[in-house]
T-cell receptor
Framework: NAGVTQTPKFQVLKTGQSMTLQCAQD?????MSWYRQDPGMGLRLIHY???????DQGEVPNGYNVSRSTTEDFPLRLLSAAPSQTSVYFC??????????????FGQGTRLTVV | GQNIDQPTEMTATEGAIVQINCTYQ??????LFWYQQHAGEAPTFLSY????GLEEKGRFSSFLSRSKGYSYLLLKELQMKDSASYLC??????????FGKGTRLHILP
């Protein structure tokens, strides 16, 4: 099993460009989520999904869109990149939602720089 | 509001014991997670507590007191590979979650 796969690992964008961060899991997990991690800020939830066709906003959703057309894939779209979106992005999946105490498996992260 | 506090950095010696504290204020309670994150890597799951008391898992133990809004992670027989950040996290309603800012643990030989 590959677990949670994120692509790309590194990306440099110019302000105003758009892009999609890919996330795929092969564990048949229902719950998937996106986080950003900034120095001194910890992990912050951007968007999450409790199953195919269902998405919701987390703590910092502005400037990002998600969709969940299949159980396996949960792409994160940056609509118009801004320097404030420079961060490390992690995708994660688990068998159930956060309140069930199930272990989250994280992808290896995408380091995004917006210039 | 929702809030999690944990120390920013700690230093301990190889072979010793260290306790990393976490206090939380959340509306409702759905347990508490601990994750380990080595520099430049993804977080990995350590523990989840939903009942009061100590849960031991090898060299790592996690404690929870719901009445005090307090948890700690206890690491015994410290090894150099334990140098990492330790993240405390509390599930919220509607399948959301809040993480603390993490405690960076330095292990000295």
């Amino acid at each position: 099993n590959a677990g949670v796969t994120q692509t790309p690992k590194f990306q440099v964008l110019k302000t105003g460009q758009s892009m999609t961060l890919q996330c795929a899991q092969d564990m048949n997990h229902e719950y998937m989520s996106w986080y950003r991690q900034d120095p001194g800020m910890g992990l912050r939830l951007i968007h999450y999904s409790v199953g195919a066709g269902i998405t919701d906003q987390g703590e910092v959703p502005n400037g990002y869109n998600v969709s969940r057309s299949t159980t396996e894939d949960f792409p994160l779209r940056l609509l118009s990149a801004a320097p404030s979106q420079t961060s490390v992005y992690f995708c994660a999946s688990s068998t159930a939602g956060t309140g069930y105490g199930t272990e989250a498996f994280f992808g290896q992260g995408t380091r995004l720089t917006v210039v | 509001g929702q809030n999690i506090d944990q120390p920013t950095e700690m230093t301990a010696t190889e072979g010793a014991i260290v306790q990393i504290n976490c206090t939380y204020q959340t509306s409702g309670f759905n347990g508490l997670f601990w994750y380990q994150q080595h520099a430049g890597e993804a977080p990995t799951f350590l523990s989840y507590n939903v009942l009061d008391g100590l849960e031991e898992k090898g060299r790592f133990s996690s404690f929870l007191s719901r009445s005090k809004g307090y948890s700690y992670l206890l690491l015994k027989e410290l090894q150099m590979k334990d140098s990492a950040s330790y993240l405390c996290a509390a599930p919220l309603r509607d399948d959301k979650i809040i993480f603390g800012k993490g405690t960076r643990l330095h292990i000295l030989p």
